[in-house]
T-cell receptor, first 111, second 114 residues
Framework: AQRVTQPEKLLSVFKGAPVELKCNYSYSGSPELFWYVQYSRQRLQLLLR??SRESIKGFTADLNKGETSFHLKKPFAQEEDSAMYYC?????????????FGQGTILTVHP | DVKVTQSSRYLVKRTGEKVFLECVQD?????MFWYRQDPGLGLRLIYF???????EKGDIPEGYSVSREKKERFSLILESASTNQTSMYLC?????????????FGEGSRLTVL
């Protein structure tokens, strides 16, 4: 069975500081990994996925298979980045399409 | 824009009541999901469906059932609500031909069981 762990429940940084939200996973196969974000009073939405290797709103995430990690990073945090962030994993085979989520990290960016 | 609509944003029910949570999507997606969202526990999958009249258990199906009579509608049923089912419930959908992880979520239904 797969598992996703986000060790930090809360993360606070000041505007302009670098931010890193940690995500570790456990899965025996080849996973697909994603970051989802939920801003205040908005619905949960996809932020980025590892396979696209894209930068969204200044955020990037690199899949490290050796460390089984998929940390989310941004070099200069902005106040509008304050939100709940979830790391999620999609396994293959019969589980294809089903997402396993981590516990979530609440990011607060102070002015 | 994909629209996933959950009919009830807030519900308050009593222990033992039968509760229906409705979810409708307007983009002809094959796949639909019900998650519950709890602080410190993240999102946990209750049930999902890959087609009409088809359902599969997720990670925490106990105490829940689902119904998918039409492609656009996926209902979550609590046969006899209990206080430990107080939670935020999120419905999501996804077409088969999109990335497995790109789910489109509804706004959520916050259920309180007294």
């Amino acid at each position: 069975a797969q598992r996703v762990t986000q060790p930090e429940k809360l993360l606070s940084v000041f505007k302009g500081a670098p931010v890193e939200l940690k995500c570790n996973y456990s899965y025996s196969g080849s996973p697909e990994l994603f970051w989802y974000v939920q801003y205040s009073r908005q619905r949960l939405q996809l932020l980025l996925r590892h396979i696209s290797r894209e930068s969204i709103k200044g955020f990037t995430a690199d899949l490290n298979k050796g460390e089984t990690s998929f940390h989310l990073k941004k070099p200069f945090a902005q106040e509008e980045d304050s939100a709940m962030y979830y790391c999620a994993l999609s396994a293959g085979g019969t589980s294809y399409g089903k997402l396993t989520f981590g516990q979530g990290t609440i990011l607060t960016v102070h002015p | 824009d994909v629209k996933v609509t959950q009919s009830s944003r807030y519900l308050v029910k009593r222990t033992g009541e039968k509760v229906f949570l409705e979810c409708v999507q307007d983009m002809d997606h094959e796949n639909m999901f019900w998650y519950r969202q709890d602080p410190g526990l993240g999102l946990r999958l209750i049930y999902f469906s890959y087609d009409v009249k088809m359902k599969e258990k997720g990670d925490i199906p106990e105490g829940y059932s689902v119904s998918r009579e039409k492609k656009e509608r996926f209902s979550l049923i609590l046969e006899s609500a209990s206080t430990n089912q107080t939670s935020m419930y999120l419905c999501a959908s996804r077409p088969t031909d999109r990335w497995a992880g790109e789910l489109f979520f509804g706004e959520g239904s916050r259920l309180t069981v007294l």
